[in-house]
């Protein structure tokens, strides 16, 4: 009887199937679909209770940029958010026509696809293409990889894999779909953690950016000093002392967060509460940037049906943990606890802060105030999202690492197995002390791309390391180009092409790399994914030299913003870095304050720069404060500028020496896009 109670107790803890997949993210699930409908058996193995990663977690405003590059079940998906959100009982708080006659969602409506979604609806529509995919997939959920023994391998050939709880899991090939890629890391692959210099792989957006930081940047002085004015009582928390060599490589990651989902229906509308642990000194940067004069509302909250939103990141100081999530990639589960505890209970914190808190200015509160968490969404979680926003964790290194110049298709690989589409995107990644004594958050890079392919050689590791393993979420990339690939729709793609190739590997009795990539395309193709479709490469556009111009030139990145926060890079005829402009949104809200330092006082010819394009604005309000006053000027930036580097010439007003006088561009009751570039002061002899 010993005999066969051991046997069964061997038998429950042991499961076979054709492909293991660890991680139940998006990309996880598409493999598993994808296992099942070619016939396979899958084990889709999840570490928590919920399955969909950031999709169902409270990401529903779909990152992607061009969406002609998402194509088969990932394109299914969003395709199934229309059919879903297409019935009228789905509608709660608002009507179809109410959400679609808004303009701030990015979706027309009139698609067979949908991009935006409640955390619920994508649970849903995942639930129900699993359940089609019938008893091929078994679902295990709260399983986690014992980070010991976890995996056992046969040379390069991994045999099982073992969790925590002593239960095995056996297949052909295995998939890891987590956004740590432990899996990965206790199977031998090679991997990075962090910012590789920018000589490694001859980029020039990687490594440390203390000079392109400029979005969600202090635009106000701010005190980093325990007590202010004393550099002896130390920084306030999360501060740096400095940032580090500019362009070199380090071991830190962008900031993670949690995408939440609020409502600013009454009824379905949680309070801010104030979190039992509150410690002030972590909101004491925000209190000081609010009385510093930062009056700009930091979150940015997209609008999902039913009167819910996605509220993202914004501005200085906002629901990104800063520089408190370097040791999350490669820690144990007990240290990632402690460091997913501290990120939920800052949000929770700043929440509260920025809507209660005395110190802080009404307007803000009253912002924060007008929403709150949806009580009808995640439930099981007490309204909270259940995934933290992992950014970037491991990438693994294998034959072909995706950089800056795929992005940008300089490069572009003839084996591909899925598009990316979106701006090259780094979130903040620490907080330092500039040698003027202030702080400023440093890591924020956002540059367009080109829609570009990803290589297969990409999700698969080095023949030397792993032979049955995949990873399409944890892939081969840099830290620059792993900002663009890491979209929730790519990660679907790339899941559903792992598992295509997973198939075919066992079809054809060879390992992941030595598949013929011929036959995996025909696949693929008829899967109907996106592979590449013609766009052209990046135009080299460089700058003109601020300090080669003549006379006093200030750039944007020198004036004094209230918004302005989007960068451009694409339209030529810029100086310096870049431009910003206002996205041709909050009208009213947005200024930037150009102040010269004049050697001398005098006559100046006055130019502003901006960039032509057809969606600018033709009735941009300017003021120049001059010795007599102010001048007020309308500026049409659809029209080319007369004079060289772009200048359109204002005037000329006489100016004390020193920095009493300035320009000031605002996007009040403008009609398009508005552009900030430099202003020029020539003195006029």
Sequence with gaps: ????????????????ADIVIYGGTSGGITAAIQTARQGRTAVLIEPTKFLGGLTTGGLGATDIGNKRAIGGMSREFY?????????AAKWKQQTREDYFAKKHHGNSGSEDTMWTFEPHAATEIYDAMLKAAGDKVTVVFGERLDLKKGVVKDGTKIVKIIMESGREFEGKMFIDATYEGDLMAKAGVSYHVGREANSVYGETLNGVQVGHSKHHQFVKDVDPYVNKGDPSSGLLPGIEKEPGVEFSGDKKVQAYNFRMCTTDVPENRRDWEKPANYDEKWFELALRNVEAGDMRISWAPAWMPNRKTDTNNNFAISTDFI???????????????????????????????????????????????KLGLAKD??????????????????????????????????????????????????????????????????????????????????????????????VPVCLSASHISYGSIRMEPVFMVMGQSAASAAILAIESGTTVQGIDYAKLKERLLADKQVLDFESPPMPDIVGWDQ??????VVDDSEAERTGFESEGHTTPGYIGAGYRHDSDQ??????????????????????????????????????????????????????????????????????????????????????GHVIIDAVQFVEVK
Excluded at 1 to 16: D, F, N, P, Q, V
């Design 323 to 369: 520089g408190q999530n370097w040791d999350y990639p490669e820690a144990d589960y007990e240290t990632r606890a402690k460091i997913w505890q501290a990120h939920e209970d800052w949000q929770k914190g700043l929440m509260w802060t920025y809507a209660h808190h005395p110190r802080v200015p009404e307007k803000i509160r009253e912002a924060f105030q």
């Design 586 to 671: 909050l009208k009213g809200e947005s200024k930037a304050k150009f102040t010269p330092d004049l050697p001398k006082a005098g006559k100046y010819k006055v130019s502003v720069s901006y960039s032509v394009n057809g969606n600018r604005a033709t009735n941009v309000p300017v003021t120049i404060h001059h010795a007599a006053g102010d001048a007020k000027v309308t500026v049409n930036q659809k029209k080319k500028p007369e004079a060289d580097f772009n200048m359109h010439v204002l005037g000329e007003f006489d100016f004390t020496a020193g920095k009493a006088g300035f320009v000031e561009i605002s996007n009040q009751g403008t009609n």
């Design 79 to 87: 395709a199934n958010v229309f059919k879903y959100y297409s019935d």
């Design 377 to 470: 969404e995640f439930l099981d979680n007490n309204n909270w999202p259940r995934q933290m926003y992992v950014r970037e964790a491991r990438r693994m290194i294998s034959d072909y690492v995706m950089t800056e110049k795929n992005c940008k298709r300089k490069e572009v690989v003839e084996d591909s197995v899925g598009m990316g589409a979106y701006n090259m995107d780094s979130h903040n990644i620490q907080r330092y002390v500039t040698k003027e004594g202030f702080v400023r958050n440093e890591g924020d890079v956002q540059v367009s791309s080109r829609p570009y392919p990803v290589s297969y050689r990409s999700i698969r590791p080095k023949a030397s390391e792993c032979t049955n393993l995949l």
């Design 1 to 16: 009887m010993k005999k066969i109670a051991l046997l069964l107790l061997l038998t429950s803890l042991s499961h076979a």
């Design 547 to 552: 300090a080669k111009l003549p006379g006093i």
